[in-house]
């Protein structure tokens, strides 16, 4: 796995309360600016492309750098996450852990600014019994803003690296045992040699076991052109996004922000949102249109719970149509399984009035009905990687 901890030892704590986190839809990202670009504007510029929280600036950063990032934030109106060098991943054994872990708690608890606690990325399941001990003992000292824990892709399996024989007892484990607020996992899926063929089985799988122990799950998605990663068009970024919905989940996090080529001088690392030199990627832009239209679609789907999921089938047009439940409506999300062709398909309605989504106003539009055969329709089109959402 290329990821970009480079050694670091990062901290999220959430500082939301349990009911937020399972219901509001979070917008976040991997690798922020490094410490010399630090300053209000660049902040500010994270929240102009329609991120919730920033996640951490990068390794080395000291209490004071970490401060004025968590400051910047609460200006700018974005939550944070914190990354510090004084994290540990078990207390048993460790006479000083609690020590640590108070006084990272002391030094950013009470900020207005915090989200939570960055604690480590991609643990092997060996390690989940200590990572339990701290998650819970940051939840009894701080009980607003939880540990943020990140998990292996399915394809962790291929390297001997989960600890467990299969990957749903990976991900059950680790919700067992660290009891986390979020199940967080990443997953790159498009190769220069193809797409990975178990993306859905990765979404299907985290889906499943955040439904059945009431847990929301966040996905990591590819941005960044790094080793046989390609460089994303429009649509494949807008893919990622949507399925990522129509699964259910509750947070998109792209990989990465601002490009690692200053961290990671051994990868060749080129199209993240925000270059090297601090000069805009053209998928800045393109980040910052696709979060917007997640976070209303987020917002559209808030309180509903995801019933059903139908993932891309070989014949007809490629979708994936996934069935929420609401206090007062049935929803259904249709994302195009199809990111280079635009797809239309008939979609059957019990009801007469059916209503679809703009996420560009954040309004429910009345839609055609149309019969055929004893039943009622409506046409669906889509754009490539697009999606919509409808309701009766």
């Known amino acids: 796995m290329q990821r970009i901890i480079c050694g670091l030892i990062i901290i999220v704590t959430v500082i939301l309360p349990s009911r937020a986190l399972a219901e509001d839809f979070t917008t976040s990202y991997w690798n922020g600016p490094p410490a010399k670009f630090l300053s209000q504007e660049r902040v500010s510029e994270i929240k102009e492309a329609n991120f919730t929280i920033a996640f951490p600036l990068s390794a080395g950063n000291s209490l004071e750098q970490n401060k004025k990032f968590l400051d ?9 996450v914190i990354a ?3 994290m540990i991943y078990a207390i048993s054994g460790n006479p000083k852990a609690k020590e640590q872990l108070d006084a990272i708690v002391k030094d950013y608890s009470n900020h207005p600014a915090l989200f939570g606690y960055y604690i480590v990325d991609e643990p092997g399941a060996g390690a989940f019994k200590g990572l339990g001990e701290v998650v819970a003992y940051l939840k009894e000292k701080d009980p607003r803003h939880p540990g943020y824990i990140n998990l292996l892709p399915t394809y962790g399996r291929d390297f001997n690296v989960l600890g467990t024989k299969t990957y749903e007892e990976y991900v059950r484990k680790f919700v067992d045992e660290v009891k986390p607020f979020a199940i967080s996992y990443d997953h790159y899926h498009f190769t220069n040699h193809g797409d990975r063929a178990d993306f859905f089985e990765n979404l299907d799988t985290v889906r499943k076991v ?3 122990t009431n847990t929301p799950f966040w996905n990591i998605v590819l941005v960044v052109q790094h080793g046989d990663y390609r460089n994303l068009t429009e649509p494949e970024l807008r893919y990622e ?6 699964f259910g989940g509750k947070g998109l996090l792209w990989f990465t922000y601002w490009s690692p080529q200053g961290i990671d001088t051994g990868a060749k690392w080129q199209h993240a949102m925000i270059n090297e030199d601090g000069s805009r990627d053209p998928h800045y832009d393109m980040i910052k249109q696709i979060n917007a239209d997640v976070l209303a679609f987020g917002e559209a789907l808030k309180g509903a719970k995801s019933t059903e999921i139908r993932a891309p089938q070989k014949q007809g047009p490629p979708f994936t149509l996934g069935s929420f439940k609401s206090d007062t409506h049935d929803l259904r999300f249709i994302a195009s399984g199809d990111y280079k062709n635009a797809i239309s398909l008939p979609l059957a309605v019990p009801s007469q009035r059916v209503e679809r989504f703009d996420p560009a ?8 009905i149309q019969p055929k055969n004893g039943k009622t329709y409506v046409t669906v089109d889509i754009p490539p990687g697009a ?6």
Not at 72 to 80: D, E, I, P, R, S
């Open 241 to 246: 996004a949507m399925q990522t919905i129509a």
């Open 387 to 392: 999606a919509v959402l409808f309701r009766w």
């Open 84 to 86: 510090d060098s004084r």
């Open 72 to 80: 910047y934030c609460a200006k700018a109106g974005l939550k944070a």
């Open 361 to 368: 106003t954040r309004k429910w539009d009345a839609v055609e």
């Open 210 to 212: 955040a439904l059945e």
